[in-house]
């Protein structure tokens, strides 16, 4: 390639990246936030490097139509094996781990197998790093506790929830035992990881936290 050439495709890249960083994430326009399906994320174990799920399937790890191993508040027709490890929480209300979090322990405690999962045992491959938050719990956001609603001025009000990526709901609160708790999927959408991080919304100008906190 000619050197006027390069400058020119170089300037095309610039360009082209340019017009990227233009269609900017909005934090309250949900229609301009980016979808990305489970497909092409981390959730989908054949793309973690080494495991390889039968027929490339993407729910199976977590997920499967019969015979599901977990009952009660973790009932999803749950797949995956569950932790084994006991947690050091936050918050001195909060029990161990239940419902949607205890589901992502199975395999962010670091210590159970990924691909562990309808009672195959795993091969072992844990997640490492800083996905792997580990046993302790106590430095990271609490879960697994009430959402304060009697504390107005320091929280907002849950129905005015903005909504989130895909359109669908925003942060939200789970509900085990009819209690309304803030648990890990209150701020992560297993499904979806078109924010990063599989955020619900956005975490520019701290939108995220701003949902909930009144600061
Ligand atoms: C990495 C684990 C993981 C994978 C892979 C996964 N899910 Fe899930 N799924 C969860 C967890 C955790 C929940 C419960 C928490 C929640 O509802 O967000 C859930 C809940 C659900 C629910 C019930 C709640 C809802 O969002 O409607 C459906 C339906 C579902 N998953 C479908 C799927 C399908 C279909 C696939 C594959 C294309 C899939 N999931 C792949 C973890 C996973
Ligand atoms: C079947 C195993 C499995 C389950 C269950 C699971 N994850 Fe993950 N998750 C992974 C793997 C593997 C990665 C990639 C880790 C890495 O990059 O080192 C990941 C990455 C992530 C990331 C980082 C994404 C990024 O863009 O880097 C977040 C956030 C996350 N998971 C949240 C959750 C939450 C919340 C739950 C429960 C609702 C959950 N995960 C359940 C396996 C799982
Ligand atoms: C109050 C909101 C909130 C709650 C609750 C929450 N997270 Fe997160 N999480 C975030 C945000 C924001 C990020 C991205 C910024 C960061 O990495 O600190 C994140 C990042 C992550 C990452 C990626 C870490 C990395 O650096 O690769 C993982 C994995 C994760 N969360 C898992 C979980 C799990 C599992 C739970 C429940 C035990 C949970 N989160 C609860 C807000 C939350
Ligand atoms: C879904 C609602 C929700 C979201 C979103 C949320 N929080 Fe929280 N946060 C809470 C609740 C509820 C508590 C615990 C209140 C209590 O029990 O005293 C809490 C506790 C905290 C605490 C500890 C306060 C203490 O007294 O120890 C800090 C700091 C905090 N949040 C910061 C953040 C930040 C930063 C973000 C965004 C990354 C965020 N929160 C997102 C609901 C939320």
């Known amino acids: 390639m000619k050197i006027k050439n390069r400058l020119i495709a170089v300037g095309l890249v610039v360009v082209l990246l340019g017009a990227v960083t233009v269609a900017q994430v909005v934090p309250g326009d949900s229609s301009t936030y980016p979808s990305v399906s489970i497909v092409n994320t981390p959730h989908n174990l054949n793309n973690y490097p080494g495991v390889s799920v039968p027929g490339n399937q993407v729910c199976l790890p977590c997920h499967t139509p019969h015979n599901a191993l977990l009952s009660g508040e973790e009932n999803v027709l749950w797949n995956h094996a569950e932790t084994g490890e006991t947690f050091v929480m936050y918050s001195s209300t909060a029990g161990q781990p239940e419902g949607p979090s205890k589901l ?32 302790d719990l106590s430095n990271d956001h609490p879960i697994g506790i009430e ?58 100008e701290s939108y995220l936290c701003l949902q909930c906190h009144i600061k």
């Open 104 to 135: 992502c322990m199975g395999c962010h405690d670091g210590v159970t197998a990924i691909d562990n999962y309808g009672g195959n045992g795993g091969s072992g491959i844990v997640i490492t790093g800083a996905a792997a938050l580990g046993s």
């Open 147 to 204: 959402y304060p609603t009697s504390l107005p001025g320091e929280y907002n009000d849950p129905a005015g929830f903005a909504p989130g990526i895909s359109g669908g709901s925003g942060v939200r609160l789970v509900a085990i035992s009819g209690v309304d708790r803030v648990e890990c999927t209150s701020c992560h959408n297993v499904h979806n990881n078109g924010l990063g991080d599989f955020l619900r919304v956005p975490l520019q």
